[in-house]
């Protein structure tokens, strides 16, 4: 089977500005292979909505990623707009993700129930937000691992499906 072409969006303004190694980033990119993923592009942009709001949509209809993930971004802090952008550009929300991503990573720090990450569907690109830390990454990720072949599967039959039709 083909790898799957997943998308790594970073929101930190310090990593934009070149100030912060993206480790997050590159804990996704290491990851990734897992779950039989190629990450095809990785972006680091400031914690600007309408920036990220704008890649997101990049990545999922010109780049056509089957997978992004986001990293960073989905505190409480003022500048941590992730989810918002995430939200306003997914035609569907998948609640199950984060709230098993919450759940547990709360075994390991009470902190968790904090998060504010959001997943979805925006046409065939399923769009996952991750904590920034690069230990939140790994616990997240590795809780949602198993699930994520199968829903990838169900969004490419629905692509497939949509061009049998054309």
Do not use: Y
């Not at 979805?120 to 690069?134: A, E, K, M, V, Y």
Request: proline residues 4%; aromatic residues 4%; glycine residues 8%.
């Amino acid at each position: 089977m083909d790898k799957w072409k997943v998308g790594i969006l970073t929101a930190s303004d310090k990593g934009s500005r070149g100030e912060r190694e993206d480790i997050s980033g590159s804990v996704i990119k290491e990851l990734v292979s897992s779950i039989n993923g190629e990450v095809i592009q990785h972006e680091v942009v400031a914690d600007e909505q309408e920036w990220i709001k704008k890649s997101l949509i990049e990545l999922a209809d010109v780049t056509q990623c089957d997978l992004i993930f986001t990293t960073g971004g989905t505190g409480f802090a003022a500048r941590d707009v992730t989810p918002e952008a995430t939200k306003a550009v997914i035609e569907r929300e998948v609640p199950g993700i984060p709230e098993r991503m919450r759940a547990a990573t709360l075994v390991n720090t009470k902190f968790a129930i904090l998060s504010r990450a959001a997943a979805g569907i925006r046409g065939n690109t399923l769009i996952i937000n991750l904590p920034g830390s690069p230990k939140g990454v790994k616990e997240c990720f590795e809780s949602i691992a198993d699930v994520l072949p199968h829903a990838l599967k169900l969004l490419r039959a629905n692509l497939e499906h949509d061009q049998e039709g054309v």
